[in-house]
């Protein structure tokens, strides 16, 4: 059974960065495409980034250029560095492995 466990959200300011962590268990994690959501208060859960099994990275447009996803050399903790954080990236954040979804992490960006 696949396990999830996002960390590393918290409180920052306009222009901050922060890095998430998502901590995978459960399988052996290769063959699989590892990705990054964010749910606002309101709104849809929304696809941020994720890494195919080839290793290459996928971004939606809405953070191409502030995000970078990448994972460990044993392939089992996901990672997304965020940097000029903005309000609108207010949500919480969850890291997905085929059907398996994390608790979610919060992120609170203050203007």
């Known amino acids: 059974q696949v396990q999830l466990v996002e960390s590393g959200g918290g409180l920052v300011q306009v222009g901050g960065s922060l890095r998430l962590s998502c901590a995978a268990s459960g399988r052996t994690f290769s063959s699989y495409a590892m990705g990054w959501f964010r749910q606002a208060p309101g709104k849809e859960r929304e696809f941020l980034a994720r890494l195919l099994p080839s290793g290459a990275p996928d971004y939606s447009d809405s953070v191409q250029g502030r995000f970078s996803v990448s994972r460990n050399r044993a392939g089992n903790t996901l990672y997304l560095q965020m940097n000029n954080l903005k309000p609108d990236d207010t949500a919480v954040y969850y890291c997905?492995?085929?059907?398996?979804w994390g608790q979610g992490t919060q992120v609170t960006v203050s203007s």
């Open positions: 997905r492995v085929d059907n398996a």
